[in-house]
Structure formats: structure tokens, C-alpha cells
């Protein structure tokens, strides 16, 4: 991947006397696709418009390209953003719009005009260019506003939950063309958003944040599978997560029985949380499982059923393809990788 | 439910027709007749001689620095309540709008006392041992007193639409390579074109056709059209000839107006005459 591009040292930000960010380190390197990933009012916005220059850490550097760059107004920055409600300049039509940050580096006409047809092709919108903004539907108006900022050929480009507005379909399409598109330019993306599946969709790596704290930083396979808070694991996709108590090494004790698990390091006795996901709960008959339970409720989700079994007043979730019908009585078993163990009460 | 709606229209009607339709019907139709009756267009022949032409001309030529003034003024004041934060944005609203609960002719007469021969800015000049100055009864005592008057009107549009207007876009720019001034000048100015044309409709139709302020701050020593029309109701009693001014001091605000609407977005519905 390279060197980094944008180095994040000790950031906290407070407004009002009210920590937003909390000592957060972040390097991005170059060419990756990194995802700001958290529920509202984590701080993730605050951290991309720390690094686009309008917002100034109260603590902490920013440096771009090993440069410290906390001083630098946004129109001197090499990085461009996609704002969240696109933020087209509604007096310009879609040619003056994306010719916007041309135009004020003096570039020559001829060329503008060049680079702008150019963006427009990338984005698919070649026959929009004399149009007005509010002649756009969202997901158009969202193109403009990618290409935009991509015809400036910034280092880096920030996209502040540019696909919130969009319905489902839509997004997922603007998923994979975003992606596409960052494969095609070779740019460094970092984006923000709140959605987790996006987030795993799109990323090379992923930051989750919470609480104005990065709680984890990794590729969306480590952070699925390997999440290191009982958060991280809740917000990544459904968990089930009950209290355990680690007895030691390898082996965990939880809903009134031990399970051999691959963790370690907890040390003895130690009070934990225990976070399995639904599809890694197998179904079996109620004599050979593990635990035994009673089926709620059972939902067909169109590839899985998602079924709710209650065992000795706990509740879990399981998603299968085999479906159990409410009211049976079944076995669930937990293979010992699929046992994830967290410290309690971060 | 379309005719229920409809009779909620009647009271508006009726005072469309008794305030604004018969009073200018009745305007129209003097401006067109002898003082005895019988129709004429002898009210604007006279007119059209070079003493009123004058007349009119410095009118429109006033009216046009006061409202350039207003707006030279008036646009950065608009600004800074805009940039203000909304706790203090009010109080400096209220501060700005206070004088105008006051009486129109009290203020004015307070302009004469501070600019009079023996006014305080004389007194000062005098126990400083400067010559005094001679600054009430000219024209600039009169666009004094104009932009004093009606700056607000000019000032609470544009800071309305600065108010209203997404931050985001200023940010979108300045992303974009814009420093400040190119952020202005292409993107706050042009945006603020709706609430700048309303201020300058509402400054320049008043400073047209006061005749207040030139009575009192210039003197009556030159007329303006506002004097010309009041004279001729309020003295010479010829309603016909007064009628025909304001119907052509009419005409003219509304193509001084139109011009001024002409550059507006049309897209835009607030703001503007038409």
C-alpha cells in the first residue's frame, strides 16, 4: 500500500466543553479505501472535517504527507470533499459546477472543458452538462458532486455519508460504482458512514469509532470476525452477547456449562463477554446440543431464517437456512472458533 | 373544499378593491381630467416641460446615491448579524430596527439639530477652533437623511437571505480552492441577489418619493418630485396636475424595478416585484 498519506497524532477536538474526539491516532495510506465507521455523534464526521481543514483540533497534529498541516485553510489542502446533502452550488448548472475548482486554479478553457466531459463520462451523467441542479434526482445530484471534487484530482478524497439520502437500490449500486471509481482514479478514499454493511462492502480498512474514541482498526474481515469490544461486535452485524466467566485458557463457562474456546490471556476466573454470532449457532436435535431451547420466533429473511430461542431466560439469535418451527424444542452448538471473548465493560 | 377556499379569498378582495383599485382608478381618472371635469391630457403636457424634467431627474438621481449608499452600507452590516451567532443575532437585529419604532419625523428633526449651524457637530467644531461647517440644506444633508431613514429596508432582506443560506456551500467552495474573496464573489453574492434587489426595491420606491426629508434636511430649497406632488395637493390644490406626476413617478419606479428584476433568478420566488 505504500507510505501514509495522512497521519492523525492525539486529535481531541471539544466544543462547549464537551469531548467529541478523544486522543484519536489514525494513519491512511496511500491509495486505500478507509471507512470512519460509528453510530451518530461518535465523532467521525468531526474527524473528516479535521482532516478537510474546517474544523481545528483542540488538541494534536495533522500532517499530510509527513507535513503538519493543522494551520493549512481547506483551499489549500490537496484533498477535496463529497458533502453529505452534495452541497451543488444551486446558481451553476452541472458544467459550472464540476468546473468550479478548474476554473478558480485558472486553468485554460479548452481544457476545463476537456476534463469536465471527461468526469462526466466517469459518473455517467455526459448528457446533464447544461442542466440545473435541482433538475437532478438524488442519485444524480450525488454524481455531480463526486465528480466535482474528483476533476480537481485531489490526494485524497473525503466523502462525509455521501450515499445517506439514497434509497436502498440505489445505494448499493453507488456501493460498487464508488468503489469502481476509486479502483479507476487510484485515490485515497476516506468515508463516513454509519451503515456497517457499507462499510464492510467498500473498504480496504475500517475504523469503528465510538464515543469520540477509535475502538478498532482493521480489514472488514478482521473486524467482523475478530471484533476486540462487545460494542464493535454489536454494532458489526446482529451478535448474541451474554456475560461468561473465563476459567482460564481455552475454556469459557456461559449459559450454566463450559465451552472449549481458542482464546487466552483473560486469565483465570476473569468475568467476560461472550459475543457469538447468529449464523455461527448450529441447529441440532435437542439430545445432542450443547444447549437446549425453545423457539419463539422464526422470521424467513430470504436467505436465512432468523429465529429467536429462548433457553433458561436467555434469549438467542440464530440465523440457519435449516428452519425449526415455533414452538419446537432444539440443540444449538457453538464450535470453539466461533466463540468470541471479550473483556467486560469497555 | 376549491369553493370554500374561495370565500376565504372575499375579504382580501374587498380590500384589494377599496384600498388599492378605487384609489387607483380614482388617481388615473384626475390625472386624465380638467379640474371642472372633461377628459384631458393637458395634466401631463405640462408635464413635460424642462422645470419639472428637472424636477424628476433630480429625484431619480438622489434616490439612486441614497439607495447605492444603502446598499454599500448595508450589505457588510447584513453580513456580520448573519455571521453572528443566532443568541446574539437577535438582540442585534432589535438593536438595528430600534430607531424605526421611533416617529419618521422625530428622527429627522434629531438630524437637524446634530447638523444645524449652531447643531452639536457645529458646537464641537467650534470649541476645537475649526471653521464650522455649513451642513444642513444640500444635497447631502438630503442622502443623509435618506440612507439613515431606510437603510434597514435594506439591511433585513439581504441579512434574511444570508441567514438562510447553506453553510455547506461556502464550505463546497473554499474544498473547492476558493479563498475568501472568490467564496464572496462567487458564491455568497450571487446567492444574495434575491434579498440585495428586494432592499434595493424597498429603499429606492421611499427615497423617490419622500418629500419629508428634502423639505426638512434640504430646506425646500429644491424640489423634488414627492414635494411637487404634496404642493400640488396640499397647496396649489390642482389634484389633476398632482395625480399625473405620481402616475409618471409611477411609471418610472416601476421601470427602474423592472430593470432591477430583470437580473434575478427566476427560479428564486422570494424577493423582487414581479
Known amino acids: 500500500m505504500g507510505q501514509n498519506i495522512i497521519d492523525l497524532k492525539n486529535i481531541t477536538k471539544i466544543y462547549d466543553e464537551t469531548s467529541v474526539l478523544d486522543n484519536v491516532n489514525l494513519y ?22 479535521i482532516i478537510g481543514g474546517f474544523e481545528y483540533p483542540t488538541a494534536g497534529d ?63 451523467l455526459q448528457s446533464f452538462a447544461k442542466r440545473s441542479v435541482e433538475s437532478l434526482s438524488g442519485g444524480q445530484q450525488q454524481r455531480v458532486a463526486i465528480a466535482r471534487a474528483l476533476v480537481n484530482e485531489p490526494e485524497v478524497l473525503l466523502l462525509d455519508e455521501p450515499l445517506g439520502a439514497l434509497d436502498l437500490k440505489l445505494r448499493k449500486g453507488m456501493q460498487i460504482e464508488l468503489k469502481k471509481i476509486q479502483q479507476e482514479v487510484g485515490i485515497t478514499f476516506v ?17 469503528v469509532m465510538n464515543e469520540g474514541k477509535i475502538q478498532q482498526i482493521g480489514t472488514p474481515e478482521d473486524i467482523y470476525n475478530e471484533p476486540k469490544t462487545a460494542f464493535i461486535a454489536d454494532f458489526i452485524g446482529e451478535s448474541n452477547i451474554v456475560k461468561g466467566i ?62 429467536i430461542v429462548k433457553e433458561n431466560g436467555r434469549r438467542w439469535m440464530i440465523h440457519s437456512t435449516d428452519m425449526a418451527p415455533v414452538g419446537s424444542t432444539i440443540g444449538m452448538n457453538i464450535g470453539p472458533d466461533l466463540i468470541h471473548i471479550m473483556e467486560r465493560g469497555i | ?58 429625484s431619480l438621481k438622489l434616490a439612486f446615491i441614497s439607495t447605492v449608499f444603502c446598499l454599500i452600507l448595508g450589505y457588510p452590516m447584513a453580513m456580520i448579524i448573519a455571521g453572528t451567532d443566532i443568541s446574539k443575532r437577535n438582540l442585534m437585529v432589535l438593536l438595528f430596527v430600534l430607531p424605526m419604532w421611533m416617529n419618521f419625523l422625530l428622527r429627522t428633526y434629531a438630524w437637524m439639530t446634530l447638523l444645524g449651524k449652531n447643531g452639536v457637530i457645529n458646537n464641537i467644531l467650534g470649541f476645537l477652533n475649526f471653521p464650522t461647517l455649513n451642513l444642513l440644506y444640500n444635497n447631502g444633508a438630503v442622502i443623509l437623511g435618506m440612507v ?19 453553510k455547506t456551500l461556502i464550505e463546497a467552495a473554499k474544498d473547492l480552492g476558493a479563498n475568501e474573496t472568490t467564496v464572496f464573489r462567487k458564491i455568497i453574492f450571487p446567492l444574495s441577489l434575491p434579498g440585495v434587489i428586494t432592499g434595493i426595491t424597498m429603499v429606492f420606491m421611499p427615497a423617490v418619493s419622500t418629500f419629508v426629508i428634502p423639505r426638512l434636511l434640504g430646506g425646500g430649497q ?53
Open chain 1, 246 to 307: 473465563m476459567i482460564r485458557d481455552y475454556l469459557v463457562e456461559f449459559a450454566n456449562r463450559t465451552f472449549d474456546c481458542v482464546d487466552k490471556g483473560f486469565g483465570e476466573n476473569t468475568r467476560v463477554e461472550v459475543v457469538i454470532r447468529p449464523e455461527d449457532i448450529e441447529i441440532t436435535s435437542a439430545e445432542t446440543g450443547m444447549l437446549r431451547g425453545e423457539v419463539i420466533t422464526s422470521t424467513f429473511k430470504g436467505v436465512h431464517y432468523e429465529m
Open chain 1, 191 to 207: 468515508y463516513v458512514t454509519h451503515d456497517q454493511e457499507e462499510a464492510l462492502t467498500m473498504s480496504d480498512t475500517i475504523a
Open chain 2, 1 to 58: 373544499m376549491k369553493s370554500k377556499q374561495k370565500i376565504l379569498a372575499y375579504p382580501y378582495i374587498v380590500w384589494l378593491i377599496i384600498f388599492i383599485i378605487v384609489p387607483l382608478v380614482l388617481v388615473l381618472y384626475f390625472s386624465f381630467s380638467f379640474r371642472e371635469g372633461g377628459l384631458t391630457l393637458g395634466n401631463y403636457r405640462r408635464f413635460m416641460t424642462p422645470i419639472y424634467g428637472k424636477v424628476l431627474y433630480r
Open chain 2, 148 to 166: 439613515y431613514n431606510f437603510i434597514p429596508f435594506m439591511v433585513l432582506p439581504i441579512y434574511s437571505v444570508l441567514a438562510k443560506m447553506d
Open chain 1, 62 to 124: 495533522v500532517f499530510f504527507e509527513g507535513k503538519r498541516i493543522n494551520d493549512l485553510p481547506p483551499y489549500k489542502r490537496q484533498i477535496n470533499t463529497v458533502f453529505q446533502k452534495y452541497a451543488l452550488f444551486p446558481h451553476m448548472n452541472i458544467f459550472e459546477n464540476i468546473a468550479f475548482g478548474l476554473r478558480i486554479k485558472k486553468i485554460p478553457e479548452k481544457e476545463i472543458k476537456i476534463k469536465v466531459e471527461e468526469m462526466l463520462q466517469l459518473v455517467g
Open chain 1, 28 to 49: 491512511i495510506r496511500k491509495n486505500e479505501f478507509l471507512t470512519l465507521l460509528g453510530p451518530s455523534g461518535c465523532g467521525k464526521t468531526t474527524t473528516l472535517r
Open chain 2, 222 to 274: 429644491f424640489m423634488l418630485i414627492g414635494n411637487l406632488v404634496e404642493q400640488q395637493f396640499t397647496h396649489v390644490y390642482d389634484w389633476n396636475f398632482g395625480s399625473a406626476i405620481s402616475i409618471i413617478m409611477m411609471i418610472f419606479i416601476l421601470i427602474a424595478m423592472a430593470v432591477a428584476t430583470r437580473y434575478e433568478d427566476p427560479a428564486e420566488e422570494s424577493g423582487g416585484l414581479w
